[in-house]
């Protein structure tokens, strides 16, 4: 069945929540704690390992009313039931949306097109285990013999992406194997990567749902040619596994159809690091660590499918960001983990939620007139408080910001742990409360300074506070843990694509730039150059041609 096409502008929430942001727009978060005592009891989610506080945020208790009539309204129940149960909801696509089938334990059924999918699932599951454990333990070795040191995913977007940030997350969990991430067509990169590889050590993963993908095609192809200038033909096999939906062009590609790793429509790119795509987290932190990060996804989807709106976490922060990016007219968000194993999380979240939810057409096919997709941005803590949280603070834009931490460090350096926390904690507080005129002169009193510095300089050091935040405090990074974390902000797409009532799971949007790229490479390297382009793109061309 097809999702609800309702302009959530046109619900009587949306019209309370116009009036009602008259007057929350003007309060302070200072006042708003203040006149409501049981504020961080009636504004937190305590569930399993997370205790998710989102008391510093501009809302009352009417708002998140309010946007819970909002997600009623436009029916966000009814669609949670067709994105579990296997209906085509990606419409323009055709295609079911089924990423949450890959962590259903075993003896669940999901049916797709009159197919139970969940076996199938599980002899691919089977597949990673048994590969995975082979080449960890040396069974499976390189063609001379020599057991894996190395391995390389070719991939990119969804298919490096989730793959690159859980390696790297999970990186206090790994063996003794190197992982090597591929992705961009720059041949700069792909140089790097392979210039410190032995080949007879080397693991090559090509992961491509399409196979058709240039990057990874171009980037598959250099390695092969550099592989087969340093082993034989038939080490291919010992080598080379590829992870895909297009069997025909993987085996075309010289792969043995033993080393292929299916794949299925119904997973997108974006969200496919649960299925084979995610062979590099396996080989990397073994099968077990990888099927416990499926378990935390799978218990955030029972969560989300269960948990009444009011306490669900992936509903109350989807609903949340809808309110700071229509009513509010924020921007952007900030997503700040203070943990530097989520080094790339920020950029791995920006392909899910900005190629999901970035769109401008609605689902009734008619041009959209107010905000969608968020713009999503981030780094870790506390390396970015000494990079952009200037703005943060005290710069002209509402940026509402995300704050994930973990209570317990991997390696137990209790000082460090402290410090990072005491940072993490201060910020939001920070955010929160500001520093007042009064704060700011005494201050600058007490250091002695004279009246007329002090009148000069005050100004610039008040900090008006009133921006809001967001804290998810975790217990401890683990596979399970992270699992949990990145089903919650999928889950918060789907919720907000259905607020907004877009279709979350095309991406038509990559395709303009991937067409006039391929036309503009025929003309590099044709003879005879049509001029075909605007003046600026054609001189562009023409200066790089005459230089390279
Ligand atoms: O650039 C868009 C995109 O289609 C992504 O959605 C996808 O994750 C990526 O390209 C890679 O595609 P493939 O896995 O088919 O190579």
Redesign the pocket.
């Known amino acids: 069945m097809a999702l609800q096409t309702i302009n959530p502008t046109t619900t009587e929430a949306w019209k309370k929540l116009q009036e009602h942001f008259i007057t929350v727009q003007t309060k302070h978060l200072k006042d708003l704690f203040s006149e409501h005592p049981e504020r961080v009891e009636d504004m937190s989610i305590k569930w399993e390992d997370f205790f998710v506080d989102y008391s510093k945020n501009r809302i009352t208790s009417t708002t998140k009313a309010h946007l819970i009539e909002l997600a009623n309204e436009v029916q966000l129940k009814d669609a949670m039931a067709k994105y579990f149960g296997g209906d085509v909801i990606n419409q323009t696509e055709g295609r079911e949306v089924l990423h949450t089938a890959l962590r259903n334990p075993e003896g669940a059924e999901v049916i797709v097109n009159g197919i139970n999918v969940m076996p199938e699932i599980f002899e691919v599951k089977l597949k990673i285990k048994n590969f995975s454990d082979q080449i960890i333990d040396g069974t499976l070795t390189g063609h001379s013999g020599k057991p894996f040191t190395d391995v390389v995913n070719i ?5 490096d992406l989730g793959p690159a940030m859980v390696v790297d997350a999970l990186s206090y969990y790994q063996n003794h194997l190197t992982p090597h991430f591929v992705s961009n067509v720059d041949g700069d990169h792909v140089n790097e990567v392979i210039k410190n590889l032995n080949p007879e050590t080397t693991l090559f993963v090509i ?7 240039q990057e ?1 095609l171009s980037n598959a192809n250099t390695i092969r040619e550099w592989f087969l200038s340093h082993a034989p033909q038939n080490a291919i096999s010992q080598h080379f596994v590829a992870v895909s939906t297009n069997i025909e062009k993987v085996k075309a590609f010289g792969i043995d159809e033993q080393n292929i790793f299916p794949m299925w429509n119904w997973v ?3 969200f496919s690091l649960w299925s084979a795509v995610g062979l590099s987290i396996s080989l990397s932190v073994g099968y077990e660590n990888y099927d416990a990060l499926l378990l935390g996804a799978h218990k955030m989807d029972q969560h989300f499918r269960t948990e009444p709106f009011e306490s669900n976490i992936p509903v109350i922060t989807g609903l949340l960001s809808v309110w700071y990016n229509n009513f509010f007219n924020s921007e952007s968000e900030a997503i700040i983990p203070y943990s530097q194993y989520l080094n790339q999380f920020a950029t791995y979240l920006q ?1 899910g939620i900005m ?1 999901s939810n970035g769109k401008g057409i609605d689902r009734n096919g008619d041009k959209i007139d107010y905000q969608t997709g968020t713009i999503i941005w981030g780094e870790p803590g506390t390396n970015s408080q000494h990079a952009f949280f200037q703005l943060i603070h005290q710069g002209t834009k509402l940026i509402p910001a995300e704050f994930i931490g973990f209570a317990k460090s991997l390696h137990g350096n209790q000082d460090h742990q402290d410090k990072l926390m005491s940072n993490f904690f201060a910020q939001t507080e920070a955010l929160m409360n500001g520093k007042t005129e009064d704060t700011v002169i005494s201050e600058l009193k007490a250091q002695g300074h004279s009246q007329e510095t002090i009148e000069k300089l005050t100004p610039f050091k008040v900090f008006d506070g009133n921006r809001p935040t967001t804290t998810i405090l975790i217990n401890k990074l683990t596979p399970e843990s992270l699992g949990k974390l990145i089903a919650m902000y999928e889950h918060r797409i789907f919720v907000q694509g259905i607020v907004w009532n877009i279709f979350s799971y095309d ?1 038509f949007g ?1 395709e303009l730039g991937k067409q006039l790229a391929n036309t503009i490479l025929e003309e590099l390297n044709a003879e005879n150059v049509i001029n075909n382009h605007d003046e600026s793109t054609q001189s562009l061309i023409d200066h790089y041609n005459s230089l390279k």
């Open positions: 991939g990119i977007g969804g298919s992961v491509s749902k399409t196979f058709t993908t990874t997108g790119g974006r392909q190629e991406q990559v």
